[in-house]
């Protein structure tokens, strides 16, 4: 199957070895360094992974510089913390090229205390709240890890750069007339300090970038977005 899992990067030296060693065989690794001032890019490279620097910050704008660097049919996301396992990323790739939806989405469920905080815990149970009135979708979690079409996901002209990327991902999706579905994954405590929900202070200003997105007006559908 023709793979690249997109990784967005900003100091996670710590971490890079035990992700990119879970990366499944065959499948390309993009990390896409943000800036890191830690040897990141240097130890991805050397860990066989396939390197793209974007200087602009925010996580959108490193999560949208891998997707624009990918290749591969299906193009799948995941945080380079070591909270998620991308050996997790078969089963949800394997159900969109089964045909069973077009967006398939991580949701966490927490394996160790402390590893998904109070506050973002809160944040993210509000968007997905709000995500229901804007679009209908009963989701629970609105997680990093995913997977869809790259041809997919390029149709939906994602234009958010920051912490609402994610959620533009998913909003757009539904306007398009993708189906968007979740599967539970297991989530770890992460190696390294947060750099968004580490704190109420992060966790407000993602929870500010998603409320733009929430307010954007539905886009016109897709023609033969929908399977």
């Not at 070895?17 to 499948?27: D, H, S, T």
């Not at 949800?92 to 160790?112: H, I, Q, S, T, W």
Request: hydrophobic residues 45%.
């Amino acid at each position: 199957m023709n793979v690249d899992v997109v990784l967005p990067c900003l100091d996670e030296a710590a971490a890079l070895p035990w992700v990119l060693e879970r990366i499944p065989a065959g499948w390309r690794a993009i990390v896409v360094d943000n800036g890191s001032t830690d040897g990141s890019d240097r130890i991805a490279q050397e860990l066989g992974a396939h390197v793209v620097r974007e200087p602009r910050r925010g996580f959108g704008a490193a999560c949208h510089a891998g997707l624009l660097a990918a290749q591969a049919e299906y193009v799948c996301f995941c945080d380079c913390d070591a909270s998620l396992d991308p050996g997790l990323l078969t089963g949800l790739v394997r159900r969109v090229a089964g045909g069973e939806c077009d967006l398939m989405l991580g949701r966490r469920r927490p394996r160790a205390r402390g590893a998904w905080p109070v506050h973002a815990r809160a944040g993210n149970a509000a968007l997905s709240w709000m995500l229901r009135g804007r679009t209908g979708l009963r989701l629970h979690d609105l997680g990093p890890m995913r997977a869809a079409r790259r041809a997919d996901l390029l149709a939906l002209d994602l234009t958010d750069r920051r912490s609402g990327y994610p959620l533009q991902m998913v909003v757009r999706a539904a306007d398009a007339g993708l189906r968007v579905c979740e599967t539970e994954v297991p989530y770890l405590p992460r190696t390294g300090k947060s750099k968004v929900t580490g704190t109420w202070r992060g966790t407000w200003h993602a929870v500010r970038d998603m409320r733009a997105v929430l307010a954007e007006k539905p886009r016109v559908p897709v023609a033969g977005g929908a399977r």
